[in-house]
């Protein structure tokens, strides 16, 4: 049979009492603070990307284009001009327009700028020999 000495009983729970560390609840504390910081950033991230795609404006063709020839006096077509009214969802830029292949920089759109609500827009087309506009045709 061992014989325990009552002072070495207390220098060993001395020696556990001396040693310093987190306790398991403060552990655990400090992982879920972490664990929510890292889901906030993930969701930040997330939202600012989804939130630059969501709140794009929108624009859609109210009702049905109309497309006309303006000729010279002489009858040679200088260009054809499409009017059509637009619905935006807020304010947006028009940077071109295409119409049977044949693409138009803003410079011969007007307005280019359009805000919320109805605008009724111009586009101007040249002459193109693979686009020549037939009446009643829809395009």
């Known amino acids: ?82 009017n059509v009214t637009l619905h935006s969802t807020g304010n947006v830029q028009i940077v071109s327009a295409t119409i049977v292949g044949t693409t138009e920089s803003a410079s011969n759109i007007s307005p280019i700028s359009l805000s919320a609500g109805l605008t009724t827009v111009t586009l101007i087309f040249p002459p193109n020999s693979s686009f020549t506009p037939q009446p009643g045709t829809i395009y």
């Open 1 to 82: 049979m061992k014989t325990i000495i009552v002072s070495e009983l207390f220098k060993e729970s001395s020696i556990m009492r001396s040693k310093k560390g987190l306790s398991g609840a403060v552990t655990a504390i400090v992982l879920v603070i972490a664990s929510v910081i890292i889901a906030l950033v993930v969701v930040g991230f997330t939202f600012s990307l989804l939130g630059t795609v969501g709140n794009t404006p929108t624009v859609t063709q109210v009702g049905t284009a109309t497309l006309s020839a303006v000729t010279a006096s002489n009858g040679t077509i200088l260009y054809y001009a499409a």
